[in-house]
C-alpha cells in the first residue's frame, strides 16, 4: 500500500519575510532540505499553519 505525500524542498523560511499559502494536495506533508532555522519564528509560525489530520 503506498502512501500519497506532498513534498516541500528547500523552503528558507529564515529568508523570506512574507507567508507561505501552499494548497493542501495530500494527507502527509514531507519536508525536506533546508526548511527553516530553529532560532528563526518563521518556521514554527509555517508549522503552526500546516492543517493537520
Given at each position: 500500500?503506498?502512501?500519497?505525500?506532498?513534498?516541500?524542498?528547500?523552503?528558507?523560511?529564515?529568508?523570506?519575510?512574507?507567508?507561505?499559502?501552499?494548497?493542501?494536495?495530500?494527507?502527509?506533508?514531507?519536508?525536506?532540505?533546508?526548511?527553516?532555522?530553529?532560532?528563526?519564528?518563521?518556521?514554527?509560525?509555517?508549522?503552526?499553519t500546516?492543517?493537520?489530520?
Amino acid at each position: 500500500m503506498a502512501a500519497s505525500v506532498q513534498i516541500m524542498s528547500d523552503l528558507h523560511l529564515e529568508t523570506h519575510s512574507y507567508g507561505f499559502n501552499f494548497a493542501q494536495t495530500a494527507p502527509y506533508l514531507v519536508l525536506l532540505g533546508d526548511i527553516g532555522h530553529a532560532a528563526n519564528d518563521q518556521l514554527f509560525s509555517f508549522l503552526e499553519t500546516q492543517p493537520c489530520h
